[in-house]
């Protein structure tokens, strides 16, 4: 019939009244009974084989979270349609997607926040359902209304309740009247500087002052004491306005050694609600998530039960509906749990959650947005052993854990994982395949490493190992930290609170020294590289015997070297004696000499022995800013070595045609072009700057010559390795 609703669409129109909160009963001042309206989800039917009422579903949002809901769509039959910005078009999840539509320029604000460009792109497609993962528009109460009232079923929450629970201060007074504990403090509208002094010096200290739309630990500041507050309201006030467009702030007592406990839940349009049990969330640097584990460990029944009827307390409160997650933080020393903030999405952690209940949440989003009820009772659901998820960053671990930018030149998954899915003990999320740059425009995680187990030591063993099996290249990573992290005895032993990064700090960060067997293989890797990268550019002579910086004793070739070894910070000088073709002996500082002996590369593997024991070791290198970095994975270990690229272009013939190429070391935008064409380069010259991450890089001309072939302008977005510039080499005269 024409103009008929499908039938998701009805089912959007018969929201029940049931949604309505009755008053909560507290047990003690700790512990909350299951609510009178939570539902025992009589009204379930067997969904688990029902069709999906999508004809067709788009996500609005790129990388890994695109590429999860995609698994799970295509398995349940469902097409998909991706949007991309020009930055991503060769992204994994646009290869992905049954369709894919460019949406905008690289930056976030042109591309994936653009509302009107998502929902026209909607409709282009046949989409009927759109779903926002995490980031982005996914809370976006705009959005989330926008595409109700265009007849596209938003794969979340309704509006009204992405409001509630975005506004901390209306989403605690909320809590209040629901009975769920909210940590003391001062949550009202007057927002004079006398009023909230007062109220802070009745809160006591130390009072910790929040931006009431914060997130992200924006306009975040702590008192410890009276004196401390105007200042710190003052600057929570400016940072506020500043991030989220409001100065309202809010005051909370300050819990010194406290738990970040969360609590997944799901409703329906039904009614029915229930909580897939917690994470623990507590391991965190700058206030963001680095690694989680369910169920939380060290807590009893009596206080898991509680945390989940607060959890669905809380939901209910603002009629809400699919997945969501809300926030907890505990008080270590007294015990006590006081709601935080919920988040009204699916969570980037929720892996851990699928694994422990073996659900797939991402099917339930859709079920729920179909119209359908929950698929099972909170009497069916159980939890089955423990997981972890490790959050594998981009990022400079020893520089304060900043982001960093570059290309992924080696990217290899343990062999037993698997995609997406729990089908393995080990899980790989990624949205990233080898060759992909890591820009400046988006969140630089690249990877979720998950393991489970059927207790907590089986789990964390089975993530150390997966993390150590991991071969990742190209960029610093967090690798390393994350490894430190999972054999920690202190997080073994799950002594667990926010501080904890900060109280170990010096164990998981500080540097490690290079073991001289390590540095013996990797100083023969580094020959026998430069020997294949001599003999693919044809020099006349082959071999060991083209090195030029060597001298020859009785037939044997001995050469200095060094390497940096960022793990240690050590500069490693050695000195490399060449024996033969596969035979050297590597001596460094006053350390015995070793000898390495049948050393050859069969593809990217170096087999040597050292001694009586065999070595086998994959071994990668790339240049990254001015270095060459050699990774070599051996032993479950990835060892770093790095060495300042050459500048002296001393060569001829193919060798100078690459030394004249001006590449681009990171991901980056031109802010200047310092050389035209025609212009003659002297070695060292500026030719480009780019700016990357906040930061201004300048590129160099490698050698003196011609500038040619200028391939950027200002404005250009360049992804690393991208050819700037040819400068044609001043060759000297041979017959001079």
């Given at each position: 019939?024409?103009?008929?609703?499908?039938?998701?669409?009805?089912?959007?129109?018969?929201?029940?009244?049931l949604?309505s909160?009755?008053?909560?009963?507290?047990?003690?001042?700790?512990?909350?009974s299951?609510?009178?309206?939570?539902?025992?989800?009589?009204?379930?039917?067997?969904?688990?084989q029902?069709?999906?009422?999508?004809?067709?579903?788009?996500?609005?949002?790129?990388?890994?979270?695109?590429?999860?809901?995609?698994?799970?769509?295509?398995?349940?039959?469902?097409?998909?349609?991706?949007?991309?910005?020009?930055?991503?078009?060769?992204?994994?999840?646009?290869?992905?997607?049954?369709?894919?539509?460019?949406?905008?320029?690289?930056?976030?604000?042109?591309?994936?926040?653009?509302?009107?460009?998502?929902?026209?792109?909607?409709?282009?497609?046949?989409?009927?359902?759109?779903?926002?993962?995490?980031?982005?528009?996914?809370?976006?109460?705009?959005?989330?209304?926008?595409?109700?009232?265009?007849?596209?079923?938003f794969?979340?929450?309704p509006?009204?309740?992405?409001?509630?629970?975005?506004?901390?201060?209306?989403?605690?007074?909320?809590?209040?009247k629901?009975?769920?504990?909210?940590?003391?403090?001062?949550?009202?509208?007057?927002?004079?500087?006398?009023r909230?002094?007062?109220?802070?010096?009745?809160?006591?200290?130390?009072?910790?002052?929040?931006?009431?739309?914060g997130?992200g630990?924006?306009?975040?500041?702590?008192?410890?004491?009276?004196?401390?507050l105007?200042?710190?309201?003052?600057?929570?006030?400016?940072?506020?306005?500043?991030s989220?467009?409001?100065?309202?702030?809010?005051?909370?007592?300050?819990?010194?050694?406290?738990?970040?406990?969360?609590?997944?839940?799901?409703?329906?349009?039904?009614?029915?609600?229930?909580?897939?049990?917690?994470?623990?969330?507590?391991?965190?640097?700058?206030?963001?998530?680095?690694?989680?584990?369910?169920?939380?460990?060290?807590?009893?029944?009596?206080?898991?039960?509680?945390?989940?009827?607060?959890?669905?307390?809380?939901?209910?409160?603002?009629?809400?509906?699919?997945?969501?997650?809300?926030?907890?933080?505990?008080d270590?020393?007294?015990?006590?749990?006081?709601?935080?903030?919920?988040?009204?999405?699916?969570?980037?952690?929720?892996?851990?959650?699928?694994?422990?209940?073996?659900?797939?949440?991402?099917?339930?989003?859709?079920?729920?947005?179909?119209?359908?009820?929950?698929?099972?009772?909170q009497?069916?659901?159980?939890?089955?052993?423990?997981?972890?998820?490790?959050?594998?960053?981009?990022?400079?671990?020893?520089?304060?854990?900043?982001?960093?930018?570059?290309?992924?030149?080696?990217?290899?998954?343990?062999?037993?994982?698997?995609?997406?899915?729990?089908?393995?003990?080990?899980?790989?999320?990624?949205?990233?395949?080898?060759?992909d740059?890591?820009?400046?425009?988006?969140?630089?995680?690249?990877?979720?490493?998950?393991?489970?187990?059927?207790?907590?030591?089986?789990?964390?063993?089975?993530?150390?190992?997966?993390?150590?099996?991991?071969?990742?290249?190209?960029?610093?990573?967090?690798?390393?930290?994350?490894?430190?992290?999972?054999?920690?005895?202190?997080?073994?032993?799950?002594?667990?609170?926010?501080?904890?990064?900060?109280?170990?700090?010096a164990?998981?960060?500080?540097?490690?020294?290079?073991?001289?067997?390590?540095?013996?293989?990797?100083?023969?890797a580094?020959?026998?590289?430069?020997?294949?990268?001599?003999?693919?550019?044809?020099?006349?002579?082959?071999?060991?015997?083209?090195?030029?910086?060597?001298?020859?004793?009785?037939?044997?070739?001995?050469?200095?070297?060094?390497?940096?070894?960022?793990?240690?910070?050590?500069?490693?000088?050695?000195?490399?004696?060449?024996?033969?073709?596969?035979?050297?002996?590597?001596?460094?500082g006053?350390?015995?000499?070793?000898?390495?002996?049948?050393?050859?590369f069969?593809?990217?593997?170096?087999?040597?022995?050292?001694?009586?024991?065999?070595?086998?070791?994959?071994v990668?290198?790339?240049?990254?800013?001015?270095?060459?970095?050699?990774?070599?994975?051996?032993?479950?270990?990835?060892?770093?070595?790095?060495?300042?690229?050459?500048?002296?272009?001393?060569?001829?013939?193919?060798?100078?045609?690459?030394?004249?190429?001006?590449?681009?070391?990171?991901?980056?935008?031109i802010?200047?072009?310092?050389?035209?064409?025609g212009?003659?380069?002297?070695?060292?010259?500026?030719?480009?700057?780019?700016?990357?991450?906040?930061?201004?890089?300048?590129?160099?001309?490698?050698?003196?010559?011609?500038?040619?072939?200028?391939?950027?302008?200002?404005?250009?977005?360049?992804?690393?390795?991208?050819?700037?510039?040819?400068?044609?080499?001043?060759?000297?005269?041979?017959?001079?």
């Open positions: 019939m024409q103009g008929a609703l499908p039938l998701w669409a009805v089912c959007l129109q018969t929201r029940q009244a949604l909160l009755t008053q909560l009963k507290e047990v003690g001042q700790t512990f909350i299951r609510p009178s309206c939570y539902r025992s989800c009589s009204t379930v039917v067997d969904t688990q029902a069709p999906i009422c999508i004809d067709k579903l788009l996500i609005a949002n790129r990388g890994e979270i695109a590429c999860r809901v995609m698994h799970t769509a295509k398995r349940l039959g469902i097409p998909t349609v991706a949007v991309y910005s020009e930055a991503d078009k060769h992204a994994k999840h646009v290869h992905l997607a049954d369709q894919a539509f460019c949406i905008g320029s690289p930056a976030a604000k042109d591309s994936y926040l653009r509302r009107d460009r998502v929902l026209e792109v909607a409709k282009r497609a046949g989409a009927t359902a759109v779903h926002p993962g995490y980031g982005f528009l996914s809370e976006n109460a705009g959005f989330a209304k926008l595409c109700q009232d265009n007849g596209i079923a794969v979340g929450p509006a009204s309740a992405i409001t509630s629970m975005g506004d901390k201060s209306e989403a605690k007074a909320l809590m209040v629901a009975a769920v504990p909210v940590v003391p403090g001062y949550h009202g509208s007057d927002q004079a500087t006398d909230l002094m007062a109220e802070g010096a009745k809160v006591g200290f130390p009072v910790l002052v929040k931006a009431a739309l997130g630990g924006k306009g975040m500041k702590l008192a410890m004491q009276q004196d401390e105007k200042d710190a309201l003052s600057s929570a006030k400016r940072e506020a306005i500043a989220f467009g409001d100065e309202r702030i809010l005051l909370e007592r300050f819990i010194q050694r406290p738990r970040h406990i969360e609590v997944q839940i799901f409703a329906d349009q039904l009614g029915n609600a229930v909580y897939l049990f917690e994470r623990d969330c507590s391991v965190q640097r700058r206030h963001q998530k680095v690694i989680e584990e369910a169920p939380a460990p060290n807590i009893s029944l009596e206080f898991r039960q509680s945390l989940g009827h607060a959890a669905v307390a809380a939901g209910l409160a603002v009629g809400y509906q699919g997945a969501g997650t809300v926030e907890f933080i505990v270590t020393d007294t015990g006590e749990y006081f709601f935080m903030e919920m988040n009204t999405r699916l969570q980037v952690e929720h892996p851990v959650t699928e694994a422990i209940t073996g659900q797939d949440l991402v099917e339930w989003q859709l079920r729920v947005a179909a119209g359908q009820a929950l698929p099972l009772t009497d069916q659901l159980h939890i089955q052993g423990h997981a972890f998820e490790a959050r594998l960053y981009a990022e400079s671990v020893s520089n304060n854990f900043l982001p960093a930018t570059g290309t992924v030149r080696r990217w290899q998954v343990p062999a037993n994982a698997s995609f997406f899915d729990n089908s393995s003990t080990v899980r790989i999320d990624s949205g990233v395949s080898e060759g740059a890591v820009g400046v425009n988006y969140d630089p995680m690249i990877a979720k490493v998950i393991a489970r187990g059927p207790d907590r030591s089986t789990a964390l063993a089975r993530l150390h190992t997966a993390l150590s099996d991991l071969q990742v290249s190209g960029l610093p990573t967090n690798q390393e930290f994350l490894k430190r992290l999972a054999t920690h005895p202190a997080f073994i032993a799950a002594e667990l609170d926010t501080s904890f990064i900060q109280k170990h700090h164990r998981l960060v500080d540097a490690q020294p290079v073991e001289q067997h390590v540095l013996a293989l990797a100083a023969v580094d020959h026998l590289l430069q020997v294949q990268e001599a003999q693919k550019i044809g020099t006349s002579l082959p071999g060991a015997w083209s090195i030029l910086d060597s001298k020859r004793i009785n037939q044997v070739l001995t050469k200095p070297g060094s390497l940096e070894h960022p793990a240690s910070q050590a500069h490693l000088a050695f000195e490399l004696t060449i024996h033969g073709l596969q035979s050297f002996t590597v001596q460094a006053v350390a015995e000499a070793i000898s390495v002996t049948r050393a050859i069969t593809g990217d593997v170096l087999t040597a022995e050292l001694g009586d024991q065999l070595y086998r070791a994959t990668s290198t790339h240049t990254y800013l001015d270095e060459q970095v050699i990774s070599m994975w051996l032993e479950g270990n990835c060892h770093e070595f790095r060495k300042p690229v050459p500048r002296k272009w001393l060569r001829l013939g193919a060798a100078a045609k690459v030394a004249g190429t001006v590449i681009s070391p990171m991901p980056g935008k802010i200047q072009v310092l050389v035209q064409e212009d003659t380069a002297e070695e060292g010259d500026a030719v480009v700057v780019l700016e990357a991450m906040k930061m201004e890089h300048t590129v160099r001309a490698p050698c003196a010559g011609l500038v040619t072939d200028l391939r950027c302008f200002v404005g250009a977005q360049v992804e690393d390795g991208h050819t700037l510039a040819t400068i044609v080499p001043e060759v000297a005269d041979a017959s001079a």
